[in-house]
């Protein structure tokens, strides 16, 4: 088991930053990818961004690329999601999720263990 607890949420407005903190605790993290989603009200939970726990590969949507940045501190396993210029289309629940350690532009679907979200707003 793997156990993900998310942290760094808030209420920001267009243009700032927010860091999102992934704490992960549990069987051995290098075995998997590390991969955040999120999801809108009334909408399909989509692709953010992934990580390979050992290589540090990143992967991300096209829509965050050059705006979002995926880090880890190993030492501490926790994983971030540094987020910039954030615009009001980005407001939506943010999960941090564990996966097979190939992971490049993830599905959903195919991950093994979530977190509970955070809430990101962005006002306009």
């Known amino acids: 088991q793997v156990q993900l607890v998310e942290s760094g949420g808030g209420l920001v407005q267009a243009g700032g930053s927010l860091r999102l903190s992934c704490a992960a605790s549990?069987?051995?993290?290098?075995?998997?990818?590390m991969g955040w989603f999120r999801q809108a009200p009334g909408k399909e939970r989509e692709f953010v961004g992934s990580m390979n726990w050992n290589s540090g590969y990143t992967s991300y949507a096209d829509s965050v690329k050059g705006r979002f940045t995926i880090s880890r501190d190993n030492a501490k396993n926790m994983v971030y999601l540094q987020m910039n210029s954030l615009k009001p289309e980005d407001t939506a629940l943010y999960y941090c999720a564990a996966g097979p350690s190939d992971w490049g532009h993830a599905k959903p679907d195919e991950s093994y263990y979530w977190g509970q979200g955070t809430q990101v707003t962005v006002s306009s």
């Open positions: 549990g069987r051995t993290l290098s075995m998997y990818a």
